[in-house]
């Protein structure tokens, strides 16, 4: 049988990758769909808002990452255990969001001087704004993000973490033991070490 | 009895709005805390990630507007029926966030020039791409933005668009008269006219 959904993106980890861990991580079956930059402007009209990534099932196809890695959250049991949790999960999916509308217009960035200072306020005013916050977090929740055990907000920020170090050249999260801690706790899960060996090699 | 929950933002509307819709909506009490912009500076650092709202309830508190909406219309039912149709309000209100957060930093901009430059841009690229697109969403989905009833998206899209006008001086909807009939008939609501009426006149 075809898998029941198929996710469309760029060949990147990117806002993708969230979701692709959690189809791992459940073991669902998943198309991965990745796009050549080449082809994208003949698709971006076919898609719900101009954006990727989207994912399509049973005839449906809808866009937004965040949204989509909620939903998919939901099938694999990564999620909180009643309505207060979850919002505990989205608040902490939502600010490490937060990092990221600031880390990816960068990448954008063609002026070289411009682009540097651009990576300079990032180190100080956004990560080192957020992630000493973050890292006091994980040390009150026993290793992970929030609620004291594994989540789809772990999933969400190992996947997005990559990003801090490619846009800076560093190892951002070097002085943050707690937070390598649940990047390196994730990555080590049996399903997602799985993943990571047999996803195409032109992953960032 | 004193109220459960105590939401704590600016004197305006802006992104918790569509939370104060949520709690008249259910006809939840809530504690509708407006700090001023000069004491903003001493609270910021006790709140989760330096930013409003903030939602306390049961003496925990959270931030992110998105999140602490998204658990209020879980509340009071204006939620999908199942985990899809929850997708599909996500997907919107992370679309209508999309333009939000084009809008916002708009504000900021003190140089004139620039910012008449900004607005330009938001009209034609912002505006101009994705209001068409949501008002042919309404136009399939019976006068709602999804699912073809009311759901919060309709209460996210309706508390966020008067900043629309309020940046470009225009009535931007006049062209689009099916998002326009959402925010009408999300305003003419008894339990929102009633809240419309009472809300402090500060009011943007």
């Given amino acids: ?5 198929k996710l ?11 979701s692709r861990y959690l189809f791992s991580y459940g073991g669902i079956e998943f198309e991965d769909v990745r796009i050549k930059r080449e082809n994208w402007a003949q698709l971006k009209d076919k898609t719900p808002f101009g954006a990727l990534p989207t994912l399509e099932h049973n005839g449906k196809v809808v866009g937004q990452s965040v949204a ?5 959250a939901k099938k694999v049991k990564l999620v909180g255990d009643d309505d207060w949790e979850n919002l505990e999960i989205d608040a902490i999916v939502d600010t490490i969001n937060d990092i990221r509308l600031k880390v990816f ?8 001087a411009k ?17 000493p916050r973050l890292e006091a977090e994980v ?19 190992t996947t997005l973490s990559p990003m801090f170090d490619l846009i800076t050249g560093e190892d951002v999260l070097a002085s943050y033991p707690n937070l390598k801690g ?6 080590a899960l049996p399903v997602i070490k799985k993943w990571i060996e047999i996803r195409p090699k032109s992953h960032a």
Same sequence: chains 1, 2.
Wanted: charged content about 25%; proline content about 3%; cysteine-free.
């Fill in 139 to 157: 040390q009150k929740n026993k290793g992970y993000l929030v609620l004291g055990r594994l989540t789809w907000a772990d999933f969400y920020f």
């Fill in 68 to 72: 989509i890695a909620r939903y998919l």
């Fill in 8 to 18: 469309t993106y760029f060949d990147v980890g990117g806002t993708a990758e969230v």
């Fill in 105 to 112: 217009p960068i990448f954008m960035e063609k002026d070289e």
């Fill in 182 to 187: 649940v990047k390196e706790k994730v990555n």
């Fill in 115 to 131: 682009k540097k200072a651009l990576i300079e306020t990032l180190k100080n005013d956004t990560f080192g704004f957020y992630l």
């Fill in 1 to 5: 049988m075809a898998p029941q959904y």
